[in-house]
């Protein structure tokens, strides 16, 4: 067939595709000619040919639904111009049809299977990548800074403010029921508040999650965003306190990145430690009490003694800490502290008497709240009297 007639069909084709390189076709249109010609099936060598065009094809970044219409409009617009049709001969014409037929879908599944191969390997490549930035990000120090670049690349401007999400899963998140979780976040979040896409991976069993944050309301739509996510990838888990994350400080450059993963860990020990409730925690919220525990030595000194009696009471400190606990909790209302204890109000009539007794102070007593307070909250954060005071 005339050369130009071939350039013709494969322009032509390319304009139906949507614009793609007629140069994706190869030698494809002169072996359809020849195989309607001959009726035999493409050879071992002609789909491995067609095969890397479809990893060409997915390594420029052509979608496959343009790659296959162009292969396919090229058959279509090759047929009227072949000889065989032309002769007009019934029987030639349907053996030419068939061969036609079969060469479009043997380098059909050719140019996918190519294609798709192509696409897991970039899929790898990517997926190293980004877990090789996560963790040069979260290690923070000169390499952090150094990859300001490569981060912008995957979609996170680091110049701008960004925060650090670390959740926890009772489970962890490497539990094989878990896997979805990271992409499915990044899914929900990919182009909100910032236009910028997140990074999230696993690390040591927690999901992290470094995000744009330009605004609260960019902070507050991750909580929202990994409750959604968790409620439908893990049916139930929004129930009880099976999951708990933290956000960071909202910080711009990318030495800071790692300044805001600490703070979110931090928060989440402390969260754990206070039996906080919040299902995402603001470390921003904790500050004071990370300022209280800066100082063991007066902080020991604090529960020592404050809170030192009560040890001497019947079945330990343990149940008298837990009723002062809960008091303040409820804002000094004794049948509030009952429901959450499931004790009587005379129970925890009786229990806040012998504290009284026991400290010679009055837990219910404004003028004497904080004092006591602040002592009952450093014994919950050090796990006292489990954990002994550091007498050193």
Not at 50 to 79: F, H, K, M, N, T
Not at 166 to 191: C, H, I, M, N, Q
Not at 227 to 251: D, H, N
Request: proline letters at 5%; glycine letters at 8%; aromatic letters at 4%.
């Amino acid at each position: 067939m005339d050369p130009d007639v071939i350039r013709s069909v494969a322009d032509g084709a390319a304009d139906d595709a949507g614009g793609v390189d007629p140069a994706l076709l190869g030698y494809f249109l002169p072996i359809v000619v020849e195989a309607a010609s001959s009726g035999r099936r493409l050879s071992h060598r002609e789909l491995t040919a067609c095969g890397e065009r479809g990893s060409v094809a997915a390594q420029a970044g052509v979608p496959l639904r343009a790659l296959i219409d162009l292969y396919l409009s090229a058959c279509w617009r090759l047929w009227e111009r072949l000889d065989v049709v032309a002769d007009g001969d019934a029987a030639r014409v349907r053996a030419a049809g068939l061969a036609v037929l079969r060469a479009a879908d043997d380098a059909v599944a050719a140019l996918a299977e190519g294609f798709q191969l192509a696409r897991n390997d970039l899929s790898r490549q990517q997926e190293s990548t980004r877990r090789e930035l996560f963790d040069t990000l979260l290690a923070g120090g000169p390499d952090a800074a150094a990859v300001t670049g490569r981060a912008a690349d995957q979609g996170l401007d680091l110049t701008s403010p960004h925060a650090v999400l670390v959740a926890r899963y009772e489970l962890t998140f490497d539990d094989p029921s878990t896997t979805s979780v990271p992409r499915r976040l990044e899914r929900a979040l990919a182009g909100r508040h910032g236009d910028a896409n997140p990074v999230v991976a696993v690390k040591n069993g927690l999901l992290v999650c470094i995000f744009a944050a330009p605004d609260a309301a960019s902070v507050t739509l991750v909580g929202r965003r990994l409750l959604g996510v968790l409620a439908e990838a893990l049916p139930g888990v929004a129930a009880g306190r099976s999951w708990q994350a933290a956000v960071g400080r909202t910080l711009a450059g990318a030495t800071s990145v790692r300044v805001s993963y600490e703070q979110a860990l931090g928060a989440l020990d402390l969260a754990d430690r206070l039996r906080l409730e919040t299902p995402v925690v603001d470390a921003s919220e904790l500050v004071a009490y990370q300022v209280l525990l800066r100082d063991r030595v007066s902080v020991d000194e604090l529960i020592s003694t404050v809170l030192g009696p009560l040890a001497t009471a019947r079945g330990g400190a343990r149940p008298l800490l837990e009723t002062l606990d809960a008091y303040y909790a409820t804002g000094g209302v004794s049948t509030a502290t009952a429901v959450r204890l499931h004790l009587s109000v005379r129970a925890v009539t009786y229990r806040l008497q012998r504290v009284r007794e026991l400290l010679g102070t009055d837990p219910t007593d404004p003028a004497q709240r904080f004092t006591l307070q602040a002592a009952v909250i450093a014994a919950r954060l050090l796990s006292w009297p489990e954990v002994p005071l550091d007498r050193g």
